[in-house]
């Protein structure tokens, strides 16, 4: 029923040609077209639409029309599979093929973008408020000062004036760390009406056996009604000092018993 002849390999050039069409809203003029001269219609001039026109213009193609249709949808499509693509490749979700249309389209983008960005951020009029960040690596820091006029100073310079030594190496800081300082121990706090503590004395000292013969003639010679001086008192019996071996001193006592003639004399008194 039809010879084939071929196929159309490039849907563009029909979307192209439908693109290119006028399209109008006309009234068909007494007698004419379908006789409906009431009817708004919308569609294409003959002599515009070739490729939808039938016997030289004088009536519509439907085959043709129909087979542009297609044909400017499949355009379509390919359009919208090619966009998919160059998203994809936007986000990473798929890398496009090298010397390919997406390709170009991605390096493209970003290359624009960042040519954006960097335009807008050396721009004083971008509006950033605040910048936050945990670290800044730049050569040269600029600040503002309340004359309107900026004080600029690069790395070597800052370390200069913040008087450090140290140098930056890999990845770390180039503040050098500070020296931890030893906290200072606390010295006990005296109080008013806090008594210091008093020492502990050594244990008195056992009296050996000379003492206790001096210390019982004494007594015998009190008893007798010679009082002893303090003197001898005191020395007899020594308070002993705390230290770690005690000594102990026996004293003679100093106070002679009374001869019997002056027993005799004092009671003839």
């Known amino acids: 029923m039809k010879n084939i002849i071929g196929t159309v390999t490039d849907p563009n050039e029909a979307l192209t040609q439908i693109l290119a069409t006028p399209i109008y809203q006309f009234h068909y003029k007494p007698g004419m077209g379908t006789g409906d001269s009431a ?23 439907p085959v043709n029309t129909f087979g542009y249709t297609v044909l400017g949808l499949q355009a379509i499509n390919k359009k919208i599979e090619g966009l998919d ?31 954006k960005i960097t335009t807008w951020l050396a721009d004083a009029g971008n509006g950033i408020g605040d910048f936050f960040a945990n670290r800044v690596r730049t050569k ?17 310079q800052l370390q200069a004036i913040v008087g450090g030594s140290g140098t930056s190496s890999g990845g770390g800081s180039g503040t050098p760390p500070a020296e931890e300082t030893p906290a200072p121990t606390p010295s006990p706090e005296v109080t008013e009406g806090t008594a210091e503590p008093t020492p502990a004395l050594e244990p008195e000292p056992e009296p050996d056996s000379t003492t206790s013969t001096t210390s019982t003639t004494s007594t015998t010679s009190t008893s007798s009604g010679q009082a002893s001086s303090p003197q001898a008192e005191s020395e007899a019996t020594p308070e002993p000092e705390p230290v770690a071996e005690p000594v102990v001193e026996v004293v003679e006592p100093t106070t002679k018993p009374a001869s019997e003639g002056e027993g005799n004399t004092n009671a003839s008194t």
């Open 85 to 115: 693509l160059d998203l994809e490749g936007i986000a990473g979700v798929v890398t496009p093929l090298p010397g390919s249309a997406s390709e170009s389209f991605v390096t493209s983008f970003f290359t624009n973008l960042f040519s």
């Open 140 to 156: 040269e820091l600029c600040v503002e000062k309340s004359d309107g006029t900026e004080f600029c100073v690069n790395g070597d």
């Open 39 to 61: 009817t708004t219609y919308v569609g294409v001039m003959a002599d515009e639409a070739p490729w939808a026109m039938h016997y030289n213009g004088t009536i519509v193609n």
